[in-house]
């Protein structure tokens, strides 16, 4: 059976784990860490970036620092993952869900100031595949309405829109490094920060209220507790194993299109004939090959080619079940228009095996495809 992924694993991570271990620093914030954050820094071109547990709790983080509370709305896409939403909800905040484009699955600009209220406090990007949202339009909203912009770039990290880094370009962003992702700690993720104003408080959130982080760096004779706060900070040894992943991210990058660029020129005939539809990159956008998806004609043939995968020893998954349609969607949130293409497109589209070395695998996938559609098209 192909797998749909395989945790990235270049080779130093053990190397890197065990000198992580000879520090005699397993806890948050020792060398790894900070070598981690400042490439970080440096590639995404942001004042701060501090590494977290998860992309689900950089969200809490942002969730805190934008001061949601009970009844203040959020404007992101229904098209995505639950902790984009989470955050927001754990807080008392309510989501409004607005469309997405169907070319990019991104959520569609052109919807979102009308989904604003007097209860508006920010919009979530989400960059689907590691493609960019139109955020030239997304950002002039924001600063006409005077509401915050929160990149939920769990998936885009080394991908661009008008060659800036995704997670750099609205107030806060966000990465993920969980297995699935295309560098990767096991589980964990990134906040990253322009603002001064909100870096000294997003140190004291993630440092359980302290403010610790100034003690360390010893602009402080000691710490103490100043804020409402958790527990944010991934073990050095996490760390360790991202650094050796980050210490070869332009490797890990050309390996992953190299895939994506192989799957898109094989398939762009039967997407010229009709036959599926493939990803559309925008002329403003640069990727980061994080996922290749088809969209088959509908759901019912969608259900046909994953078991139609699953019989030929290739597992293909979909992606979301759309948040509006699921108990805690319709519970914490609302739809805001009308759902023209988040559940359709959704019920379409599948996502091909790509992992970090996929070797002659690819060949086989693209063989199924084939198959498939002409076994579609005796009917
Ligand atoms: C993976 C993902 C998350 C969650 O990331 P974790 O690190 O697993 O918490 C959030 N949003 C999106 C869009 C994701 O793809």
Not at 32 to 59: D, G, M, P, Q
Not at 102 to 122: F, G, Q, R, W, Y
Not at 141 to 170: C, F, P, T
Not at 273 to 286: D, L, N, R, W
């Amino acid at each position: 059976m192909i797998a749909f992924n395989h945790p990235p694993f270049v080779g130093n991570e053990l190397e890197y784990v065990k000198d992580a271990i000879e520090q005699l620093h397993i806890s948050g914030d020792g060398k790894y860490t900070k070598l981690c954050s400042s490439w970080i820094e440096k590639r995404a071109n942001v004042e701060k970036c501090l590494l977290t547990t998860s992309c689900t709790h950089a969200l809490e983080m942002t969730a805190m620092l934008c001061d949601i509370n009970p009844g203040d709305e959020v404007i992101m896409p229904s098209f995505t993952f639950c902790s984009t939403a989470d955050a927001f909800v754990l807080r008392g905040g309510k989501v409004v869900f607005v469309d997405i484009r169907p070319d990019t699955m991104n959520m569609d600009e052109t919807l979102v100031e009308s989904a604003i209220t007097e209860h508006t406090k920010a919009i979530i990007p989400v960059h689907y595949a590691g493609v960019s949202c139109e955020m030239d339009s997304i950002l002039q909203i924001a600063k006409e309405h005077n509401l915050m912009v929160i990149e939920d770039a769990a998936q885009g990290m080394l991908s661009k829109y008008k060659g800036k880094q995704l997670g750099s370009i609205g107030d806060m962003g966000t990465y993920s490094f969980h297995e699935t992702k295309n560098y990767s700690m096991g589980e964990g993720g990134a906040i990253l920060l322009q603002d001064k104003k909100y870096i000294e408080r997003a140190e004291i959130i993630r440092e359980k209220g302290t403010n610790r982080s100034k003690f360390f760096r010893g602009e402080i004779d000691k710490y103490t507790w100043i804020a409402a706060g958790s527990s944010y900070l991934p073990s050095d040894m996490n760390a360790a194993y991202l650094y050796a992943q980050l210490n070869v991210a332009d490797h890990i990058f050309e390996n992953r299109m190299e895939t994506w660029n192989y799957y898109y020129s094989e398939l762009k005939e039967m997407a010229n004939k009709g036959q599926i539809e493939i990803p559309v990159i925008p002329k403003e956008c640069e990727h980061n090959a994080h996922i290749f998806w088809i969209k088959l004609r509908d759901l019912e043939e969608r259900t046909k080619f994953i078991q139609y995968a699953k019989d030929y020893g290739v597992n293909v998954v979909y992606h979301y079940v759309p948040l509006h349609s699921s108990n805690a969607g319709r519970k914490y949130g609302k739809f805001h228009l009308k759902d023209t293409y988040t559940t359709k497109e959704s019920e379409r589209l599948v996502r091909l095996p790509l992992w970090y070395g996929m070797g002659k695998e690819k060949e086989k996938v693209i063989q199924l495809i084939h198959d498939f559609i002409k076994k579609v098209n005796l009917k």
